[in-house]
């Protein structure tokens, strides 16, 4: 099984910054089966990005996603009020799936 | 566009079955390439994926969850269900069903379900 570690555990920022998150995992993922997600209380999780850095439809392009191997990152290039959420990586290219234990990004 | 829907109890009794399904709408389950899958979500918990299906009857399952978990295929109906056996207290979560596509690309509204007496 491979395990996903996200980091920081919450991000505190104001709007306007930059927000890093980070996803390692504990072997390869296959053909960068990663996807990041977004969850706000209540809701259920979005897909934000497949495919290590494919934006999903409707996602907008301050949304970035990068990495290869066992190394992703999720960067919002300036954070808005809507993006203050937690943040879920989950890779997909061996089974079981698995998911991160998440980011929350929270207003500073 | 592409709709799912979860229903059933939402109180289980300790040691009984859950049961749920997800219908599917704007997309059609036997014409798809897709597998559909569930995920829980304990209460302030994080997110855990527990089996996913093709309509051929393929089915994938986390190996946690196997020995209790059953899945199904109503092509007729468009929808698919899960069945989770001997269920407790830390079976409580919000279950979703999503499709598995270029990852989890589209989820229902969670349902949550309750295991207490």
């Known amino acids: 099984e491979i395990v996903l570690t996200q980091s920081p555990g919450t991000l505190s920022l104001s709007p306007g910054q930059r927000a890093t998150l980070s996803c390692r995992a504990s072997q390869s993922v296959s053909s960068s089966y990663l996807a990041w997600y977004q969850q706000k209380p209540g809701q259920a999780p979005r897909l934000f990005i497949y495919?290590?850095?494919s934006r999903a439809t409707g996602i907008p392009d301050r949304f970035s996603g990068s990495g290869s191997g066992t190394d992703f990152t999720l960067t919002i290039s300036r954070v808005e009020p809507q993006d203050f959420a937690v943040y879920y990586c989950?890779?997909?290219?061996?089974?079981?799936?698995?998911f991160g234990g998440g980011t929350k990004v929270e207003i500073k | 566009q592409l709709q799912l829907q979860e229903s059933g109890p939402g109180l289980v009794k300790p040691s009984e079955t859950l049961s749920l399904s997800c219908a599917v709408s704007?997309?059609?389950?036997?014409?798809?390439?897709?597998?559909w899958g569930w995920i829980r979500q304990s209460p302030g918990k994080g997110l855990e994926w527990i089996a996913s299906i093709h309509y051929s009857w393929s089915i994938s399952y986390n190996p946690s969850l196997k020995s209790r978990v059953t899945m199904s295929v109503d092509t007729s109906r468009n929808q698919f269900s899960l069945k989770l056996s001997s269920v407790t207290a830390a079976d409580t979560a919000v279950y979703y069903c999503?499709?598995?596509?270029?990852?989890?690309?589209?989820w229902g509204q969670g349902t949550l379900v309750t295991v207490s007496s």
């Open positions: 989950q890779q997909y290219g061996s089974s079981p799936l698995t």
């Open positions: 999503a499709r598995v596509g270029n990852g989890l690309d589209y």
């Open positions: 495919g290590a850095s």
């Open positions: 704007g997309d059609t389950i036997d014409s798809s390439s897709h597998y």
